[in-house]
């Protein structure tokens, strides 16, 4: 099972990022995905979740309007794209795949740092 974030870097504020996130080894159209971030000395944070078909969408109240997280269920793969953004959304960005209660597996990581 693989998960592996690319994408992030250095953006200034008010710019546009967009991360990937390329599944491998499991039944990818069957898992809710969703990206986290975790800011230094704070915890892990859910960002936005997509259901399993791609229908349904959910964000945090500090992303909403500016982010918008899809999936691309014929190549495995999901995706974040980032606008408006500030440096508050600097943060090691994380995809996570989950089936219900039974099984979540989690990428390894990519840096976005919003500075100028």
């Known amino acids: 099972v693989q998960l592996v974030e690319s994408g992030g870097g250095l953006v200034q504020p008010g710019g546009s990022l967009r991360l990937s996130c390329a599944a491998s080894?499991?039944?990818?159209?069957?898992?809710?995905m969703s990206w986290y971030r975790q800011a230094p000395g704070k915890e892990r944070e859910l960002v936005a979740v997509?259901?399993?078909?791609?229908?349904?969408?959910n964000y945090a109240a500090s992303v909403k309007g500016r982010f918008t997280i899809s999936r691309n269920n014929a190549d495995n793969m999901m995706s974040l794209q980032m606008n408006s953004q500030k440096p508050e959304d600097t943060a090691v960005y994380y995809c996570?795949?989950?089936?219900?209660?039974?099984?979540?597996?989690w990428g390894q990581g990519t840096q976005v740092t919003v500075s100028s």
């Open positions: 996570r795949a989950v089936l219900g209660r039974i099984r979540a597996y």
């Open positions: 997509i259901a399993s078909a791609g229908g349904n969408t």
């Open positions: 080894g499991f039944n990818f159209s069957s898992y809710d």
